[in-house]
């Protein structure tokens, strides 16, 4: 069964800048998808990007755009998604999602997945 190590959050001020990973273990296919979605407190769940591994594909969903950027370390499994000028609204649990073969990131844009890792918690004071 896939496991997802999801490590990184903290406390950061208003402009600031973070960095979660996820780590995946616990398979031997090549054709995935590693994304984040986000969920603050008395809010709906908001996907916030994927990575595609087969060929480094990457999509965001609007509140991330121009701003946070996911990578893959396709040797280490393992999924970055750097955050820049951070904003009090990112504040939220941000958990990794995982999905297998080529349409991964597009389940993901609807909201599926095949495995979820434990939240990391992320906040921006204002």
């Known amino acids: 069964e896939v496991q997802l190590q999801a490590s990184g959050g903290g406390l950061v001020q208003t402009g600031g800048s973070l960095r979660l990973s996820c780590a995946a273990s616990?398979?031997?296919?090549?054709?995935?998808?590693i994304g984040w979605f986000r969920q603050a407190p008395g809010t709906e769940r908001e996907w916030v990007a994927c990575?595609?591994?087969?060929?480094?594909?990457?999509y965001y969903g609007d509140s991330a755009k121009g701003r946070f950027a996911i990578s893959s370390d396709n040797a280490r499994n393992t999924g970055t998604l750097q955050m820049n000028s951070l904003k009090p609204e990112d504040t939220a649990v941000y958990f990794c999602?995982?999905?297998?073969?080529?349409?991964?990131?597009?389940?993901?844009?609807?909201?599926?997945?095949?495995?979820w890792g434990q939240g990391t918690q992320v906040t921006v004071s204002s």
């Open positions: 999602t995982f999905a297998f073969g080529t349409h991964g990131c597009a389940m993901m844009q609807n909201y599926e997945y095949d495995y």
């Open positions: 616990g398979f031997t296919f090549d054709d995935y998808a």
């Open positions: 990575i595609r591994r087969s060929d480094g594909s990457t």
